[in-house]
């Protein structure tokens, strides 16, 4: 497995906020040496007063406590340097491209300086790299194809496209999915009650095991947890699968379902996940972690962005956008460099998508090209399982607010859970109809 690639943002990589915490600890720690170097000096002074020569560390301790103090203003002023080189970069990238979405968030996060030299590099690199490794790997991939061999050349061509459209962000200001007429309508499969920690996700890797399908009930497409805690307060979690039919006429998760979504469009799946939610019990303002796959993963977008819910955590594995979401929503976006889905967001937000705890986790699950990488292996939710996993196993500390999401969720006395089947088809009215005792009337 490849190294995983936690950052703060498409372009934004340093977490300075951590810059500035070490170089706060080590200026504790430069006036801890300084009482420790003057302790030793006055005890040396004693001494010699005594008549006893001892050799004396202090000056020992002054070097280090120059050296921590040096250090503690150095990664001040790096913190400062990175800063102004990203908001510079992503300023660049509004005014180069001549696109709407980036020279919006250009806009707010502009600085009042010239762009400098190391930060057009920076925009430079990251626009002209979003797909560097993907078309690197259809290239290599092409001759192993055979009669398939076209396809690589037509994904490239499908990468070049999203870039040149601008497509994949969506942006805070942007409108909401446009109504059309969806309609859909859900069955429950199965429920069940637990309590106790073991009923909450642990961290990522849980929550694709929850994902939709992941359970044996291939006909789920939405689960919807209901967490009551022992004040009584209670939240949700919904997970959201992925696509599972191409052209099923009674599939919400379609490739229909697919374009409506990532051009602006209300989907019959989009519909099914609110309904699922109201059957669950969860009404307008409740508390909401969203966490979806590939389709699943654009609508929990959406509903982040545009729901009646307290959405609080948004996290994507392998969506094909990714939205600009309130300061108050901790999103993570997992996604492969060659998962030709993930592609179609063409490097999301360049910036931070939504709090400031949010994260972008990424990794190249597969460096070697193969003719797999077609047939979207790396897209499938065992792959971005390892990487989930990985980011669970790391003492990578931008992870923590992720990690104290989830032992909030731990912290529940009781759990509902409920997966929902879903259909294209709409509702059935209710029946009307008032019985008498004799059971034949109307």
Request: net charge negative; proline share 5%.
């Amino acid at each position: 497995m490849s190294d995983v690639d936690v950052r703060s943002g498409g372009l934004v990589a340093v977490d300075t906020d951590t810059l500035r915490s070490l170089a706060a600890t080590l200026t504790l720690s430069a006036a801890r040496l300084e009482e420790a170097a003057d302790a030793l000096g006055r005890a040396a002074s004693s001494s010699l007063a005594a008549g006893l020569w001892v050799p004396s560390p202090q000056s020992t301790v002054r070097e280090a406590e120059a050296c921590a103090t040096d250090l503690a203003q150095a990664l001040r002023t790096l913190a400062e340097i990175y800063e102004v080189a990203e908001r510079e970069a992503l300023a660049r990238i509004g005014g180069a491209r001549g696109d709407a979405a980036m020279a919006a968030i250009a806009a707010r996060l502009q600085a009042r300086h010239e762009v400098g030299e190391a930060a057009a590099r920076l925009a430079g690199a990251w626009l002209d790299g979003r797909h560097d490794e993907i078309e690197r790997q259809m290239r290599a991939a092409s001759p192993m194809l055979g009669v398939y061999g076209p396809l690589a050349p037509a994904l490239t061509l499908l990468t070049t496209g999203v870039r040149t459209a601008g497509r994949g962000v969506v942006l805070a200001g942007d409108p909401p999915l446009r109504s059309a007429g969806a309609v859909a309508s859900v069955v429950e499969l199965d429920r069940h009650l637990s309590a106790g920690v073991d009923a909450a996700p642990r961290g990522l890797a849980d929550v694709v095991d929850r994902m939709p399908g992941q359970d044996g009930l291939k006909e789920g497409r939405v689960r919807v947890e209901e967490y009551r805690h022992p004040s009584g307060e209670r939240e949700f979690a919904v997970y959201i699968a992925g696509t599972r039919s191409l052209v099923g006429a009674d599939e919400p998760w379609n490739m229909a379902s697919n374009l409506q979504l990532y051009f602006g469009e209300e989907s019959s799946s989009y519909v099914a996940v609110e309904q699922a939610l109201a059957a669950a019990g969860a009404v307008a303002g409740d508390r909401l972690h969203v966490f979806g796959h590939s389709q699943g993963a654009m609508i929990g977008a959406h509903l982040a962005r545009q729901g009646d819910f307290d959405v609080v955590t948004e996290i994507g594995f392998g969506s094909p956008i990714q939205a600009e979401l309130p300061d108050d929503v901790l999103a993570v976006s997992v996604r492969h460099g060659d998962d030709p889905v993930a592609a179609l967001a063409a490097g999301g937000i360049p910036g931070v998508a939504g709090s400031a705890d949010s994260l972008v986790i990424e990794r190249v699950v597969d460096p070697a090209p193969r003719w797999s990488d077609v047939a979207f292996t790396v897209h499938q939710l065992d792959a971005y399982r390892e990487t989930a996993a990985a980011v669970d196993a790391s003492t990578d500390g931008r992870a923590d607010a992720l990690r104290t999401r989830f032992a909030t969720l731990a912290g529940a006395a009781m759990v509902t859970s409920i997966v929902y089947g879903a259909h294209r088809a709409p509702p059935p009215l209710p029946d009307r109809r008032r019985r008498t005792g004799g059971g034949g009337g109307v």
